[in-house]
C-alpha cells in the first residue's frame, strides 16, 4: 500500500502546564528562593527553628569540648554525704563548719548554689520554744545558744562567699546589697525578674556576692546560660560570673553596649563576649566525675590537698531528689551546679561558643548562591518540533532520539551544595566555635530543588504528552498500514495495569506483572486493583488458544471479572461463580479460560483464593519454604454452568511472596524441546524467599532463567508472570 498518511495531532490542554513549558520555570524558582532567603534573616523562622537548634546539638554531640583547665570545684552534698552527715537539709552551723573548712582551703571564692530563705528549724532558740513546757530549764539553756543562722552568717562573712539569689515575677525591695555594675555604649533591654527571692537577710548581708541561680531552657534543653539579668531595674550577675568577680577581687563590673545590645561583660581585665541578649552558649564537655569533692570528704578532711587552693568553689547539692536535673544540648542530664562549673571552664578556656548576628546573613547568602545554582543549573525544555512529520521520516530510531531529548535533571548541584554547607557549619564550629546553621540552607535548597524538579517533570510530561498524542497518531496511521494485529497488540498491552499506578501510595504490597504473547497479541491477562478495607484483588488467566480471538476474549473476560467484583461485595467463590456466568453468555465462539484470584487483606496478610483451572500459585515463604497453593477452586471458567466454586484461605508473613503465572512459563520449549518445569524455578524463589526480596527483583531473575532455559527458541505459548510481596502492615 503506497499511501503516505498525515499525521493528526491530538489537541491538549493548554494553561498553567503550557506556561510552565514556555521556559518561565527559572522565574518561579527564583521568586519561591528569593522569599526563603528573607526568611533566613528572621531571628526565629517557626518550625525551622528546632531543626537550627538540633545541628547546634548535633555538633556538641560529635565534637564535645575537651575540657582544658579546671577552674571550679564542685562540693557536693551528694547521696554519701547524705548517708554520713545526715538528712537534708542540715542544721546551719553543719553548713557554716562546712563552708570554713573550705575557705581554710584557701579557694578564691565560694559560691554557694543552696538558698537559706527560711529560718532554721533545727536552730537552739526554736527548738527551746518547742521543749519550754517539757524541761523549762533545758529550754532557757538552749535559747542562750547562739542561732544556727547567725552561725552561718559569721562564717559567710568570713569567706568569699557568693550566695545565689533566684528571680522571681513578683517585685520585692531593691536595698539589698548587689555589685554595682557601670554601663559602657547604649543601653539596650535585657532579660529580667521584676523581684528576687534571697536568703534570710542576716545571712544575705554577710556575703560578698549575690549572683542569680535561674536557668532558662529551650524546649526541655538547657543551651545557653544567662550572664546578666536584671532584677527590678538594678542588672545582677549570674552565680557563675558573680563568683569569678569575687575570685578576681573587683567590687564591680563593666557591661558593655552597642547599637545591637550587650556585646562584652568586663571583670576586671577579662572581658567576655556575650550574645546581645546577655547570654552565652554552653560549650559543653561530657559529665566528668573529677570535677566534684563530696562534702563529708570536706567535712571529715578526706578531701585531697590543694584540690581547692586558687580555685572557685561551687557549693550544690547533687543528692537524689535534692536536685533538678537540667539536659544538656548533648542531651545529658546533668545538676545545676555543673552546668555553672562548665559556664565558667568556657570562660577561662577561652573555648566560648558564638552565634553571631552575622551568622543568618551568610546563611541567607550562602542559600541565595546555592538557590542560583539549582535554578539555572536545571535544564531546560527544548525547542517543541512541528507536529507535521511525514510518517516515513519517523522511524523506531526518530522516536527514541526525540524521548530522549527531554531534560535530565541532576542531583549533583544540591547534593554539592549541601555538602559545602555542612562542612562550612562543621569547620565553622568545630576551629572558629562559631554556631552557623547549614540545616536551614539546606532544608531550603531541597526543597527548592525538589519544586523545581516537580516543575521541569510538569513541563517535561506536557511536551512529553504532546510528543505522545503525535505518536498516538502516527501509530494509528502505522497500524492501519502494518494490519490490525500490530494494533490491537498495542491496545492490548494497555489495558493491563501498572502496579506503580495502582500501588502508587500503598507500601505494603509490592506487584511484579509481565505479559509476552507468543503471537502478535495473546490469551493470557493478569489485573489487580485495590478494594475497600484495605485489600488487594489479583487475577491471572489463560484463555484457550491463541491469536486475535483469544485476545478479544482475553479482553472480555478481564473487564466483566473486574466490573462483577467492583459491582458486589462478595466471597470469592461467590464472585468465581458470578465471573463464570457473567462470561459464559458473553462466549459465542464457545472458549474457556483459567483463572486463579486471590484476594489479599493488606493488614493482616490473610488471603482468599480461588483457582478455577490455572496453574497453582507459589507461596515463596520468607524462610525460604515453598509451598504449591492448591486447595479448593474447580474447573475452568465456561466449562460448567453454576458450578459451585470454592474457596480457601492462606496466611502470609511479611517478606512473603506469591508467585502466579500461566503455564507458558512453566511449559516453555528449548531448542531440544525440553520442558523448563517447576522445579527449575524453585531455587530462585527459595533464595529470594529466604532473603525477603521484594517482587521485581524475583521476578526479573525468573524471566532471565526462562529466557536462558529457551536459548534462540520462540516461545510456545503466552507467558504472563504475576509475583505479589506483602510488608507487613506497616509497609515496612
Known amino acids: 500500500m503506497g499511501v503516505a498518511a498525515k499525521s493528526r495531532t491530538p489537541p491538549v490542554k493548554s494553561g498553567w502546564r503550557r506556561w510552565l513549558a514556555s521556559g ?3 522565574w518561579l524558582g527564583i521568586s519561591i528562593a528569593g522569599v526563603f532567603a528573607v526568611a533566613l534573616l528572621i531571628p526565629d523562622p517557626g518550625p525551622l527553628s528546632s531543626l537550627r537548634l538540633g545541628i547546634f546539638d548535633s555538633y556538641q554531640t560529635w565534637l564535645p569540648r575537651e575540657r582544658l583547665s ?18 537534708w537539709p542540715w542544721p546551719r552551723d553543719t553548713v557554716a563548719r562546712l563552708i570554713e573548712r573550705v575557705a581554710a582551703r584557701n579557694p578564691s571564692a565560694i559560691g554557694v548554689g543552696i538558698m537559706f530563705a527560711d529560718p532554721d528549724r533545727t536552730s537552739p532558740e526554736r527548738m527551746a520554744d518547742g521543749l519550754r513546757a517539757r524541761d523549762p530549764a533545758l529550754a532557757d539553756r538552749l535559747a542562750k545558744l547562739r542561732p544556727n543562722d547567725s552561725i552561718l552568717a559569721e562564717a559567710i562573712a568570713g569567706a568569699p562567699v557568693v550566695l545565689g539569689i533566684a528571680g522571681i515575677d513578683q517585685i520585692t525591695p531593691d536595698s539589698a546589697p548587689l ?58 550577675l549570674t552565680l557563675t560570673l558573680e563568683s569569678l568577680r569575687v575570685a578576681a577581687g573587683e567590687s564591680s563590673y563593666t557591661l558593655k553596649f552597642d547599637d545591637d545590645g550587650l556585646t562584652h561583660i568586663a571583670i576586671g581585665e577579662r572581658e567576655i563576649p556575650t550574645q546581645d541578649d ?25 578531701d585531697a590537698p590543694g584540690l581547692i587552693e586558687n580555685k572557685i568553689v561551687l557549693l550544690g547539692a547533687t543528692a537524689t531528689g535534692l536536685v533538678e536535673m537540667l539536659t544538656t544540648a548533648r542531651g545529658e542530664r546533668i545538676p545545676g551546679v555543673e552546668i555553672h562549673t562548665q559556664v565558667l571552664e568556657n570562660v577561662m578556656d577561652g573555648s566560648l561558643l558564638s552565634r553571631p548576628a552575622w551568622g543568618r546573613q551568610l546563611e541567607a547568602l550562602a542559600f541565595a548562591l546555592a538557590a542560583i545554582l539549582v535554578v539555572f543549573g536545571m535544564p531546560q525544555l527544548p525547542a ?19 524521548s530522549r531529548s527531554l531534560p535530565k535533571p541532576s542531583l549533583i548541584v544540591p547534593l554539592v551544595s549541601s555538602i559545602a554547607l555542612a562542612a562550612t557549619g562543621v569547620s565553622a564550629y568545630f576551629w572558629g566555635h562559631v554556631l552557623l546553621d547549614p540545616a536551614t540552607p539546606i532544608a531550603g535548597i531541597s526543597a527548592l530543588y ?9 513541563a517535561t510530561d506536557f511536551q512529553r504528552r504532546e510528543i505522545a498524542a503525535r505518536l498516538a497518531t502516527e501509530r494509528e496511521t502505522a497500524a492501519r498500514v502494518a494490519g490490525e494485529l500490530e494494533a490491537a497488540r498495542s491496545i492490548q498491552t494497555g489495558l493491563l495495569p501498572k502496579p506503580e499506578v495502582v500501588l502508587e501510595h500503598e507500601h505494603r504490597a509490592g506487584i511484579f506483572a509481565y505479559m509476552r504473547p507468543a503471537r502478535e497479541v495473546g490469551g493470557d491477562l493478569y489485573d489487580f486493583f485495590l478494594l475497600p478495607d484495605d485489600k488487594l484483588f489479583v487475577m491471572v488467566g489463560d484463555v484457550s488458544g491463541k491469536g486475535l480471538p483469544a485476545a478479544m476474549f482475553m479482553a472480555v473476560s478481564k473487564a466483566l471479572a473486574k466490573s462483577s467484583t467492583l459491582r458486589a461485595a462478595a466471597s470469592l467463590d461467590t464472585l468465581m461463580t458470578s465471573f463464570n456466568a457473567e462470561i459464559s453468555r458473553e462466549n459465542p465462539e464457545q472458549l474457556f479460560v483459567t483463572v486463579i484470584a486471590l484476594v489479599i487483606d493488606l493488614r493482616t496478610g490473610e488471603v482468599e483464593y480461588c483457582n478455577a483451572g490455572h496453574e497453582p500459585p507459589l507461596l515463596a515463604r520468607r524462610s525460604g519454604e515453598i509451598v504449591v497453593v492448591n486447595e479448593g477452586g474447580g474447573p475452568p471458567l465456561c466449562v460448567m454452568d453454576d458450578f459451585p466454586y470454592e474457596q480457601s484461605r492462606i496466611k502470609l508473613e511479611p517478606g512473603d511472596m506469591l508467585v502466579l503465572m500461566s503455564d507458558g512459563i512453566t511449559e516453555a520449549m528449548n531448542s531440544d524441546g525440553a520442558l523448563c518445569g517447576r522445579d527449575r ?11 525477603g526480596a521484594d517482587a521485581a527483583a524475583l521476578g526479573n531473575e525468573i524471566l532471565a532463567a526462562v529466557k536462558a532455559f529457551e536459548a534462540s527458541a520462540d516461545p510456545a505459548d503466552d507467558q504472563t508472570l504475576v509475583i505479589v510481596s506483602w510488608r507487613g502492615a506497616t509497609g515496612s
Open 450 to 458: 525538589g519544586l523545581m524538579l516537580s516543575v521541569t517533570l510538569v
Open 278 to 302: 546577655g547570654s552565652l552558649w554552653i560549650h559543653y564537655t561530657p559529665p566528668d566525675r573529677t570535677r566534684y569533692v563530696s562534702a563529708a570528704d570536706v567535712l571529715e578532711g578526706r
Open 70 to 87: 579546671a577552674p571550679a570545684v564542685i562540693v557536693a552534698v551528694d547521696d554519701a554525704s547524705l548517708a554520713r552527715i545526715g538528712q
Open 179 to 236: 555589685a554595682p555594675a557601670r554601663i559602657v555604649g547604649p543601653p539596650a533591654p535585657l532579660s529580667g525578674y521584676a523581684g528576687a527571692l534571697r536568703s534570710l537577710p542576716e545571712i544575705d548581708r554577710a556575703a560578698r556576692g549575690h549572683g542569680l541561680l535561674s536557668a532558662v531552657t529551650e524546649s526541655g534543653v538547657l543551651r545557653r546560660a544567662l550572664l546578666v539579668v536584671t532584677v527590678g531595674e538594678r542588672p545582677v
Open 24 to 26: 518561565r520555570t527559572r
Open 384 to 402: 517543541r518540533r512541528s507536529s507535521s512529520i511525514p510518517l516515513q521520516t519517523q522511524g523506531k530510531n526518530d522516536r527514541r532520539r526525540r
Open 681 to 691: 524455578l524453585n531455587p530462585l524463589l527459595a533464595t529470594h524467599g529466604g532473603r
